[in-house]
């Protein structure tokens, strides 16, 4: 989407829910990697999409921007059916942070790598260096503008990664394993990024295998086993039960404690234990 002279994004607000209707996707007639998926994500939600390796999960966020295509089902973001577009058109829809940043990233310099989305998008410069001198602010990468990406550190490469992304202003954010090597610093940061795209009105759906990254930041949490999504409700909903093989800290904690109701966050961990001792 081209925004017009001085104009946010955020000025023009777009409903871009995502619609998975009975959705399957085969690598060829032996391997089935999603078998017959229904999934809706409100404009604003915070998803996290979790469940073993192998399960199907990131072939599934491929379909949200394009990068696979239905077997058969569909789904659409917003009112485009991806397989009817291509990933040129979605890219300003959603956009997507790979698990791996150096499948990512091509430019010379940390500023033009963030710089290349929104030029590609059609934004006018003005807006755009507005863009990505907020992204490079929140990802702590302002100093580090003229550095070549692939000096820098795998954290550091992952967070321009990120802020290549963020500087596309997107309704949609996916992040695929965001967390993977960051140091608690950055992952501070990645809180305060997700939280900030909340409050403007972005979805957010991170993959993840992080379950304390998961209840702090996200509110829907969707389980993926075996290419079905087999739970999808709170962080308390999901962690109630057995399917998941690692739970957070605070959900082993409470159990531990004899506690018969789930706790996911640390002000009702405190809230659980004063009840106790009083």
């Avoid at 081209?2 to 946010?8: K, Y």
Wanted: aromatic share 4%; net charge negative; charged share 25%.
């Amino acid at each position: 989407m081209t925004v017009p002279d001085g104009q946010s994004q955020e000025a023009f607000p777009m409903r871009s829910d995502i619609r998975v209707e009975s959705l399957t996707f085969r690598y060829d007639d032996e391997v089935t990697a999603l078998d017959d998926v229904s999934l809706v994500v409100r404009q604003g939600e915070r998803v996290a999409v979790i469940g073993p390796n192998g399960a199907g999960k990131t072939t599934l966020a491929q379909h949200f921007n394009g990068m696979v295509k239905p077997t058969s089902g569909r789904v659409l973001v917003g009112d485009l059916d991806t397989a009817q577009h291509p990933i040129a058109v979605l890219a300003a829809k959603v956009g997507f942070v790979f698990q791996n940043p150096n499948d990512q990233l091509h430019a010379k310099t940390v500023a033009a790598e963030v710089h290349f989305g929104p030029r590609n998008l059609g934004f006018p410069p003005e807006h755009a260096r507005e863009l990505v001198g907020r992204a490079l602010e929140s990802t702590g990468l302002t100093e580090l503008a003229d550095a070549h990406p692939h000096h820098l550190s795998l954290a550091q490469r992952k967070m321009v990664a990120i802020a290549s992304v963020l500087a596309m202003d997107t309704p949609v954010v996916l992040l695929d394993e965001p967390t993977t090597g960051q140091d608690s610093t950055a992952l501070d940061a990645l809180a305060t990024i997700i939280a900030d795209l909340s409050l403007r009105g972005r979805t957010v759906i991170a993959i993840t295998h992080d379950m304390d990254f998961c209840v702090e930041n996200f509110d829907r949490v969707v389980l993926v086993e075996d290419g079905r999504i087999v739970q999808d409700g709170t962080p308390a909903e999901v962690f109630a039960g057995d399917r998941v093989a690692r739970l957070p800290q605070l959900v082993r904690l409470g159990r531990e404690l004899g506690w018969p109701e789930q706790v996911t966050t640390v002000e009702g961990f405190v809230d659980r234990l004063a009840a106790t001792r009083a």
